[in-house]
């Protein structure tokens, strides 16, 4: 409380000492006093008489009577004692403003104010695990008279997950139903529960939502990793290497992640038989991405970047790259490490249909606003491909 009133006060005194300077610190030079003023006034009055009548503007008489009267108002507003200048004031005045200013601010901030919360914050114990709990408890209630809040029941379900509660978890997801239908990252959670809760086994509902996750999003980090231990756990050691490559591509070199993949990537080739080069073949496609001079102002730091294989004359990807904004022209390669099918790699192909986006959401989904180029049909196993985006989808 102390902390904060004293620096409140200095500016409070530093403010008032900026405003009231002049009246505080009066000027050296001594102000023109009433009564010199009016003698001034009086005098270029009496001037401007004379001269109206050496001119003839007024008779004799005429003058005598008007500079009667001006000496007579000239002796009545001259006779006062009044040496004090005009414009001076009072320092008694000056720092009566300044207390009254002072007090007023301080009644106006004890009474609507934050001062007793400033000084209870000190007194606030940090929350405990029986304090979230609590908290846990009262949003459950909540939620119960009102179940059709399905956002809520995804707050709740992460809520019970960072308790280690995940079989109130799972529940929590069920019921938010239609909410995480469309939402990858949601899918995957709700599968990770599912796995955990029946001791790491992803058969059924689990493996169902982790493949919906990655039809939604193809490079969803937490489905992908999800989907490759699932095929580690099936004794499917080829695929669970190829998916954890491709999960590996997405994922910055020398992380804490990386090595994990990597350490992951390494247990799955030696339980498998499996060479560093027998899992994926290094038949692709590569080349140059470019974009056109008119849409370079739409890019941004923050997009992504895909590169997506086709079977010519079908829908469903057979690989993708992504990856973010970097100098164009940039650089790709496609190769069966970002099959989004492993038993379907991209190697077993004759021909692709390649194309390249860039999206701002990084959604599989293309949205409008989106940059692309024309797809190509090239030969798999060409190095030369050039793509240009040249269009903005709408």
């Known amino acids: 409380m102390i902390s904060f009133l004293i620096p409140a006060f200095l500016l409070l005194v530093l403010v008032l000492v900026l405003l009231l300077r002049p009246f505080i610190f009066p000027p050296k030079v001594e102000a023109t006093s009433r009564r010199q003023m009016n003698a001034t006034i009086y005098r270029e009055e009496l001037e401007k008489l004379e001269t109206e009548r050496v ?17 007579q108002r000239l002796f009545q507003d001259t006779d006062e004692e009044d040496d004090r200048s005009v414009m001076g ?10 207390l009254f200013i002072a007090v007023l601010s301080a009644g106006f901030y004890f009474a609507l104010g934050d001062a007793t919360r400033i000084a209870q914050k000190n007194t606030q114990q940090p929350m405990t695990q029986e304090g979230v709990e609590k908290m846990v408890a009262q949003f459950a209630a909540k939620m119960e008279q009102d179940p059709s809040n399905l956002q809520g029941w995804v707050m709740l379900a992460r809520s019970y997950r960072i308790l280690g509660r995940n079989q109130e978890a799972a529940k929590a997801y069920e019921r938010a139903g239609s909410f995480i239908e469309s939402d990858p990252q949601l899918l995957a959670d709700y599968a990770d529960v599912l796995a955990t809760n029946a ?21 969803n980090l937490m489905a992908l990793w999800l989907s490759g231990t699932a095929s580690y756990a099936a004794g499917n050691y080829k695929a669970a290497v190829q998916i954890w490559e491709k999960l590996a591509q997405q994922v910055p070199p020398g992380t804490e992640d990386a090595r994990s993949i990597e350490a992951s990537i390494a247990d799955a080739r030696a339980k498998g038989g499996l060479s560093s080069k027998a899992s994926v073949s290094t038949k692709g496609v590569s080349g140059k991405i470019e974009i056109s001079t008119d849409l370079k102002s739409k890019v941004k730091s923050g997009d992504i970047v895909m590169v997506i294989a086709r079977k010519p004359g079908e829908r469903m990807p057979v690989a993708v790259l992504r990856t973010g904004i970097s100098d164009f022209p940039m650089n790709f390669s496609l190769t069966d490490a970002l099959a989004m099918n492993p038993s379907a790699p991209l190697s077993q192909l004759s021909e692709a249909s390649i194309e390249v986006r860039i999206s701002k959401t990084g959604m599989a989904k293309p949205e409008a606003g ?14 030369n491909i050039r793509l240009v985006i040249d269009q903005v989808r709408q």
């Open 55 to 71: 001119t003839g503007s007024i008779n004799s008489a005429d003058y005598e009577i008007a500079h009667a009267e001006m000496r």
């Open 89 to 98: 004031s009072s320092k008694i005045t000056a720092i009566g403003l300044c």
């Open 199 to 219: 001791n790491g086994s992803f058969s059924g509902k689990p493996l169902q939502l982790i493949k919906q996750a990655l039809k939604l999003d193809p490079n």
């Open 370 to 383: 989106d940059l692309i180029s024309t797809p190509q049909i090239v030969k798999v196993g060409a190095n």
